[in-house]
T-cell receptor, first 111, second 114 residues
Framework: DGGITQSPKYLFRKEGQNVTLSCEQN?????MYWYRQDPGQGLRLIYY???????QKGDIAEGYSVSREKKESFPLTVTSAQKNPTAFYLC??????????FGPGTRLTVT | AQSVTQLGSHVSVSEGALVLLRCNYS??????LFWYVQYPNQGLQLLLK??????LVKGINGFEAEFKKSETSFHLTKPSAHMSDAAEYFC????????????FGDGTTLTVKP
C-alpha cells in the first residue's frame, strides 16, 4: 500500500538533546513538508522540499534542521536551540500544487 | 500571495442538523482549494478538493463544498451531522504555480451534540 509513515508515534527526550523524527513516503511525490501543531492552534510550516537535495524554510524554521537526500525520505531534527520543542509534528507529501498526504504524526515531549 | 480565513474556531451542532463550516480565501492565481479533517492524535485526511471544473464538489462521508469565485469562498456543508463527524476541520488553498505549498486556515473544531 502507498502511504506516508512517521516514526516513532511518541518520543521522549531530555532538554538539551537533539532528536530526529523520521518521515518516509512511497507515493513518488516530489514535495514533502514538516508541520508543527500545538494545542488549539493550526498547522505551522517548519520546512518544505520540492526536490531532492533542496529545501526551504517555512514560517518557524528556527531550531530545526532537515535533509532531503532521497526522494522518499525527509527527516526532521529538533535541535537543542528550539526553545519549546514539545509538540505534535506532522509530515506530509504531495505532487506540486495538489492535495497533501499526511503521516500519523509524532508527539514529542521534552522535559 | 495566498491566505485562508476560517470563520469560527468552534462550531457546535445537534446530531441530524446541518453542518456549515466557513472558509474564505485569497489567491493571486486561480486557486486549488481543499478541506481536510483531523481526528485527535492523528494526521489530516483529505475530505474533498476543488481544482477546476464543477464548482460543487462532493467528498467523503457525505460532505460537499461549493467554490464561489465572486465571494472567494469555499464553505463545507453536510446535510445531517453524525456523532462521528466531531473533529477538527482545516481549509487550505494552493496556487498551482506556488510550488505546491498550501496555506492552511487555523481550523474549526466541530462538536456534535446528541
Amino acid at each position: 500500500d502507498g502511504g506516508i509513515t512517521q516514526s516513532p508515534k511518541y518520543l521522549f527526550r531530555k532538554e538539551g538533546q537533539n532528536v530526529t523524527l523520521s518521515c518516509e513516503q512511497n507515493l513518488n511525490h516530489d514535495a514533502m513538508y514538516w508541520y508543527r501543531q500545538d494545542p488549539g492552534q493550526g498547522l505551522r510550516l517548519i520546512y518544505y522540499s520540492q526536490i531532492v537535495n533542496d529545501f526551504q524554510k517555512g514560517d518557524i524554521a528556527e531550531g530545526y534542521s532537515v535533509s532531503r537526500e532521497k526522494k522518499e525520505s525527509f527527516p526532521l531534527t529538533v535541535t537543542s536551540a528550539q526553545k519549546n520543542p514539545t509538540a505534535f509534528y506532522l509530515c506530509a507529501s504531495s505532487m506540486l500544487g495538489d492535495e497533501q498526504y499526511f503521516g500519523p504524526g509524532t508527539r514529542l515531549t521534552v522535559t | 500571495a495566498q491566505s485562508v480565513t476560517q470563520l469560527g474556531s468552534h462550531v457546535s451542532v445537534s446530531e441530524g442538523a446541518l453542518v456549515l463550516l466557513r472558509c474564505n480565501y485569497s489567491s493571486s492565481v486561480p486557486p486549488y482549494l481543499f478541506w481536510y479533517v483531523q481526528y485527535p492524535n492523528q494526521g489530516l485526511q483529505l475530505l474533498l478538493k476543488y481544482t477546476t471544473g464543477a464548482t460543487l464538489v462532493k467528498g467523503i462521508n457525505g460532505f460537499e463544498a461549493e467554490f464561489k469565485k465572486s465571494e472567494t469562498s469555499f464553505h463545507l456543508t453536510k446535510p445531517s451531522a453524525h456523532m462521528s463527524d466531531a473533529a477538527e476541520y482545516f481549509c487550505a488553498v494552493s496556487g498551482n504555480t506556488n510550488a505546491g505549498k498550501s496555506t492552511f486556515g487555523d481550523g474549526t473544531t466541530l462538536t456534535v451534540k446528541p
